[in-house]
C-alpha cells in the first residue's frame, strides 16, 4: 500500500511490472526506479501476483479486490455495502490529486503559472501567454514542457479543473455558471474536461465530495 511500493521496488520485485502508489510519491519512484512502470491514477493495480494501492486508504478496496479474486465480485460488493464503500471507487487517485505540475525554474515561466492559477477564465492561449511571457510561442512551449512537465495547454485544463471543483463543493453554482467562471465556457467543455482530468464527471464529484 502507498509507499510501501518503494520497499518492494528496492528489492526488485516490481521489474517489469505496472504498480500503483501515492500520486504525491509516483515521480519519485519511477526516477528511483526506472523498471518499474508507475501508475499514478489507479487506487488498485494488479500485476500478475503483485497487487498495489495508491494510499492507505486504498488498502480496504485492495483487500476487496482480492476478495473478488479469490472468491468473486458479488462476495466483494456484498462486503463493500456492508462498510460502506466502493469496490472500485469512481475517479481513482486523479480525483484526489490537486495540480501535479513542478514549479518552473525561470521567473517569466513562474510568471505565466501564477496567471494562469490566478485568471483561469482569462485569455489562455498559448499565443496570449507568450506575449506576456515575452517570448516566442514555440520558446514558450518547449520551456514549459521541460521545466513544468507539461504543455501549456494541459497545465491550463488542470488549473481551470483545479478551481472548477473547487466552485462544485464550495457553492451552490450551477454546472453552466461554473463551466463559465473556469473559463471552459459551456457545460458540455466542462463535462470533457473532468473526464479527461479527474476521471469522473462534475455533478458526480460534487455529489462525492460535499
Given at each position: 500500500?502507498?509507499?510501501?511500493?518503494?520497499?518492494?521496488?528496492?528489492?526488485?520485485?516490481?521489474?517489469?511490472?505496472?504498480?500503483?502508489?501515492?500520486w504525491q510519491y509516483a515521480e519519485?519512484?519511477?526516477?528511483?526506479?526506472?523498471?518499474?512502470?508507475?501508475?499514478?491514477?489507479?487506487?488498485?493495480?494488479?500485476?500478475?501476483?503483485?497487487?498495489?494501492?495508491?494510499?492507505?486508504?486504498?488498502?480496504?478496496?485492495?483487500?476487496?479486490?482480492?476478495?473478488?479474486?479469490?472468491?468473486?465480485?458479488?462476495?466483494?460488493?456484498?462486503?463493500?455495502?456492508?462498510?460502506?464503500?466502493?469496490?472500485?471507487?469512481?475517479?481513482?487517485?486523479?480525483?484526489?490529486?490537486?495540480?501535479?505540475a513542478r514549479e518552473a525554474q525561470?521567473?517569466?515561466?513562474?510568471?505565466?503559472?501564477?496567471?494562469?492559477?490566478?485568471?483561469?477564465?482569462?485569455?489562455?492561449?498559448?499565443?496570449?501567454?507568450?506575449?506576456?511571457?515575452?517570448?516566442?510561442?514555440?520558446?514558450?512551449?518547449?520551456?514549459?514542457?521541460?521545466?513544468?512537465?507539461?504543455?501549456?495547454?494541459?497545465?491550463?485544463?488542470?488549473?481551470r479543473v483545479a478551481f472548477a471543483?473547487?466552485?462544485?463543493?464550495?457553492?451552490?453554482?450551477?454546472?453552466?455558471?461554473?463551466?463559465?467562471?473556469?473559463?471552459?465556457?459551456?457545460?458540455?467543455?466542462?463535462?470533457?474536461?473532468?473526464?479527461?482530468?479527474?476521471?469522473?464527471?462534475?455533478?458526480?464529484?460534487?455529489?462525492?465530495?460535499?
Amino acid at each position: 500500500m502507498c509507499t510501501g511500493a518503494f520497499l518492494l521496488a528496492g528489492t526488485g520485485l516490481l521489474n517489469g511490472r505496472k504498480i500503483a502508489t501515492h500520486w504525491q510519491y509516483a515521480e519519485e519512484l519511477a526516477a528511483r526506479h526506472p523498471d518499474v512502470k508507475v501508475d499514478a491514477r489507479d487506487t488498485v493495480v494488479r500485476d500478475g501476483p503483485v497487487t498495489t494501492a495508491g494510499g492507505v486508504a486504498c488498502g480496504i478496496e485492495l483487500g476487496l479486490a482480492l476478495v473478488e479474486e479469490d472468491r468473486d465480485r458479488e462476495t466483494s460488493q456484498r462486503i463493500a455495502r456492508h462498510l460502506l464503500t466502493y469496490v472500485n471507487g469512481p475517479g481513482g487517485q486523479a480525483q484526489f490529486a490537486e495540480l501535479r505540475a513542478r514549479e518552473a525554474q525561470s521567473a517569466a515561466l513562474r510568471e505565466t503559472q501564477r496567471l494562469i492559477l490566478d485568471h483561469p477564465a482569462g485569455d489562455l492561449t498559448v499565443r496570449t501567454l507568450s506575449r506576456h511571457a515575452g517570448l516566442s510561442e514555440r520558446h514558450l512551449s518547449r520551456l514549459f514542457r521541460a521545466q513544468v512537465g507539461m504543455s501549456v495547454r494541459e497545465y491550463v485544463e488542470q488549473a481551470r479543473v483545479a478551481f472548477a471543483s473547487r466552485l462544485l463543493t464550495e457553492t451552490t453554482d450551477t454546472p453552466e455558471a461554473i463551466a463559465r467562471r473556469a473559463g471552459f465556457g459551456t457545460e458540455t467543455t466542462l463535462r470533457h474536461a473532468f473526464l479527461r482530468v479527474l476521471q469522473i464527471l462534475p455533478l458526480e464529484y460534487r455529489e462525492r465530495f460535499t
